[in-house]
């Protein structure tokens, strides 16, 4: 809209056929377009990056593709232009470009057999083709005194045979790049079309013969036909677990195992598998999924193994947890169940907690602690062991991986503690609503109560509530970016869903008994997981220390990946339209060869300054005003005097342009400090340290250009690093009249270019914009209007242009951002003296 408007007075009463060659003239306007697009895009990129924003790569990728495309746009249009040193330019574009490319390119796979392996045939190093739970299953059935299931694991080798049949790869990778984890609704519903595509998918002939061979083999002798059908994705039972994101199914015949095998492939696309993998920030590519096939046993009792504690890993015991017939109700939350704590050195009993009965007696408890010491041994780490015991006395191990860990460290300083252990600290006072439970993930943290049903959607949950559910869930995973605790009737330490909860770092209490019977929906709490205890209210002392969750994406490979990334496009080295080294050859990422092409685009339209490719077009006039800044105004119809027609200067008396003068207006109020930054370290900003932060007068490097008319203004404004266009019709028709504004750049770091974007948004919402920001880049668009209230907004325009300069090189986080939009609101345009720290609430 910016450069469309721009054209409809430039082409018409400017550029004859007499002034200018029309190729050239079109190259310049579809670069504008380019490089409008080409910085949305960069900001996007970039506020996924310093914000931490968890989406899919794939989203980085297509984001890229779209970010080249407008960048290579950008180069050939502005060969037309200026090609005498085009031929560099788009040769560096091309290096970028191939090393970036490299970096988002997905790895090679391998479609072709051994779509079975036994566990004799995997090691070590096999885990990209046969999953970490079979890698682990194999180490663990070698071990002295171990017994697994017979079985075997159907490769990724088949898993990509089975998608590059179908060519499932295209359609779930569109899916992936438009997926708004954030948004339940829309995550279920995405996931639920990439599972109806993989269940109507056919197996490929190969994969279904070795699987049908590998049943025939581990049931030919076994005396049943049961099986077990189990994931075994790339990367899960790692210290990125996946425990319970992705489904197994139990007691399935020969017969439906190809089914049944479709149906865990599809898990992987589940909403909350999908979830959890973009936010801990692992590539689709890497989790390609494997299927462990076992036969079933004949189980009388089944459980979990936890080698350390989990609420304190120094602690010298090990915890079993244990429960009548299968382990399936246990994993899944939907059971508490019977835990005995055992010495780890001395194999004691140190505790039980159980039900009528013990599901297994001591002997059976001893050989499973044994175990699960060796195992911990073995893999030389703390391990989580689920287990099984049939009728025969047998003990089996059915998958071990590392163990989940939350503790809460102890914090320094000399307080002395209790008998009991705990600190000193009085406990609140609030009235204790319940005790009692088990520790999921130690914490403490506030919320209004939601009470979810087993059966309830995921959709309908506030953020910022305490979840209080009767199971402990797995499926309950996509709340924990919304929830601030957990609190559960049913569960255990041991269910997967615990586990999720300390990988998260969310604060969670399972095995309450009765806490959604007793906790009343809305109602304010405060839970200590830790201790065990629900208060009502805001308790204020253990709110000291609240908890928060994890940046899961920190150093993730979608983190490092977008690093490289973000390096071959943010950086600017072109800051000196004027220097020497302002030339394709110095360029060092993708920003300079666009600030390259947009600074020598507008030169050649123009034509002015007197640096080594300036020279003075007819109609391009220098303003004087009394604002520090290098400015040139091109009249293109009753916008400025007629007696400055022949005049290579102006003041700002010889503007006739309604909206300039609004601006001008703001710009120059008397409260905007144009000088005297002298509390600043300006060596660090040696660039723009002339004129108090704004370009010298004298210096051409930076000057800002104006296209005026009577009613009409389109402005290409520049502070320092920062660029803003301002695009605007202020006439009698009030339908016409429109205000559309960019902002973006700056010579700050991240986060103070960051604040300065949000200041910049909240204050025009405030003046009635409608407003995007992403990143350092902000726009904002206000509709129609009377000509005074366009000319009232652009006033305020120009007061908070002139009150934001600079602003990213002094504000710092925690800021009370909505504290300073009031402020300017009411009148304050210096913030130079701004407390960094938010108030107390």
Not at 239 to 261: M, R, V, W
Not at 696 to 721: C, M, T
Request: with cysteine; proline share 6%; hydrophobic share 40%.
């Amino acid at each position: 809209m910016l450069v469309k408007n721009l054209f409809k007075y430039w082409t018409y009463q400017v550029f004859s056929p007499g002034t200018v060659v029309r190729e050239k003239y079109e190259a310049f306007k579809s670069l504008l377009a380019h490089d409008k697009i080409a910085h949305e895009l960069m900001a996007e990129l970039e506020e996924i990056y310093y914000g931490r924003r968890a989406v899919d790569f794939q989203k980085i990728i297509g984001l890229y593709e779209k970010f080249s495309k407008s960048v290579q746009g950008m180069v050939q249009d502005l060969s037309p232009m200026y090609p005498k040193e085009i031929g560099d330019l788009r040769a560096y574009f091309k290096k970028f470009d191939f090393y970036i490319r490299f970096m988002l390119a997905k790895p090679e796979v391998d479609p072709s057999p051994p779509y079975i392996l036994f566990p004799d045939q995997i090691s070590t190093s096999m885990e990209a083709v046969a999953g970490g739970k079979s890698v682990a299953l194999s180490h663990v059935k070698n071990q002295p005194g171990m017994v697994v299931p017979k079985g075997f694991t159907v490769t990724t080798n088949a898993f990509h045979a089975f998608m590059e049949t179908n060519d499932l790869e295209g359609p779930i990778d569109t899916i992936l790049e438009n997926l708004n984890i954030h948004d339940p609704e829309a995550l279920e519903q995405e996931a639920k079309g990439i599972r109806k595509m993989i269940l109507k998918a056919r197996l490929p002939g190969p994969v279904r013969q070795a699987v049908a061979e590998g049943v025939n083999t581990i049931t030919r002798n076994s005396g049943g036909d049961l099986l077990a059908v189990r994931s075994s994705g790339a990367m899960e039972d790692s210290d990125i677990s996946f425990a319970g994101q992705y489904e197994s199914f139990l007691n399935i015949t020969p017969d439906k195992i190809f089914h049944a095998y479709k149906k865990v492939i599809a898990s992987k696309y589940s909403a909350r598998s999908l979830y959890y993998r973009i936010c801990h920030g692992i590539l689709d590519a890497q989790t390609p999924m494997a299927v462990l096939v076992l036969e079933m046993v004949d189980s009388i009792a089944s459980g979990v193994v936890y080698t350390r504690n989990p609420e304190d890993v120094h602690a010298p015991e090990l915890m079993i947890h244990t429960t009548p017939g299968l382990g399936e109700a246990l994993v899944d939350g939907r059971v508490s169940t019977e835990r005995i704590q055992i010495s780890h050195e001395k194999s004691k009993i140190l505790g039980i907690k159980t039900g009528a009965h013990l599901a297994i007696d001591e002997k059976t408890a001893m050989g499973l602690a044994q175990r699960g010491r060796d195992l911990e041994a073995f893999f030389k780490r703390p391990q989580d062991i689920e287990w099984s015991l049939d009728k025969k006395g047998r003990l089996f191990i059915l998958q071990s991986r590392p163990l989940a860990t939350r503790s809460i460290e102890p914090e320094p300083g000399p307080e002395p503690e209790s008998k009991s252990g705990s600190k000193n600290k009085p406990p609140p006072a609030n009235k204790v609503l319940i005790s009692g439970g088990e520790t999921a993930c130690p914490g403490s943290a506030m919320g209004r109560v939601y009470k979810l049903d087993p059966a309830a959607e995921l959709t309908q949950v506030p953020k910022g509530v305490v979840v209080v559910a009767r199971t402990a869930s797995p499926r309950y995973v996509p709340l924990m970016g919304r929830a601030t605790a957990f609190v559960t009737d049913m569960g255990s330490q041991a269910g997967h869903f615990a586990s999720m909860a300390r990988e998260f770092n969310i604060p969670a209490l399972v095995n309450t008994g009765n806490a959604f019977s007793r906790l009343a929906q809305g109602s304010l709490v405060t839970v200590d997981s830790k201790n065990k205890i629900i208060y009502e209210g805001r308790a204020l002392t253990l709110l000291d220390n609240q908890t928060s969750g994890l940046d899961l994406l920190e150093e993730s490979p979608f983190q490092r990946k977008l690093r490289y990334v973000i390096n071959f496009i943010s950086p600017l080295k072109l800051v000196d339209p004027n220097s020497p080294a302002f030339a394709p050859g110095e360029c060092r990422s993708l920003h300079d060869i666009i600030r390259f092409s947009h600074e020598t685009a507008v030169r050649e339209m123009f034509s002015i300054g007197g640096g080594r490719r300036g020279r003075r077009k007819k109609g391009a006039k220098k303003l004087i005003s009394a604002i520090p800044m290098l400015f040139y105004v091109l009249d293109v119809g009753g916008g400025l005097k007629e007696t400055s027609l022949y005049s290579k200067e102006i003041g700002e008396k010889d503007i006739l342009s309604i909206p300039m003068n609004a601006v001008m207006k703001g710009l120059s109020h008397p409260k905007i400090i144009w000088s005297d930054f002298s509390h600043f370290d300006w060596e660090s900003y040696d660039k723009i340290v002339m004129a108090g932060g704004i370009i010298s007068a004298d210096d051409v490097q930076f000057g800002s250009y104006a296209v005026v008319a009577k009613e009409y203004l389109n402005i290409n404004l520049r502070f320092g690093y920062h660029f803003v266009i301002l695009d605007t019709y202020c006439s009698p028709a009030f339908g016409d009249n429109y205000i559309l504004f960019r902002f973006s750049g700056g010579g700050g770091n991240a986060t103070g270019k960051s604040l300065r974007a949000g200041f910049l948004g909240r204050v025009l919402e405030k003046l009635g914009f409608k407003v995007n920001t992403r990143s350092d880049l902000v726009d904002g668009e206000f509709r129609q209007g009377d000509p005074r209230l366009i000319a009232e907004k652009l006033d305020y325009l120009g007061r908070l242009l002139g009150a934001t300069r600079l602003m990213d090189m002094y504000l710092k986080a925690p800021l009370d951002l909505e504290e300073l939009v009031w402020e300017f609101m009411a009148g304050r345009y210096d913030f130079r003296s701004v407390p960094n720290e938010k108030p107390d609430e």
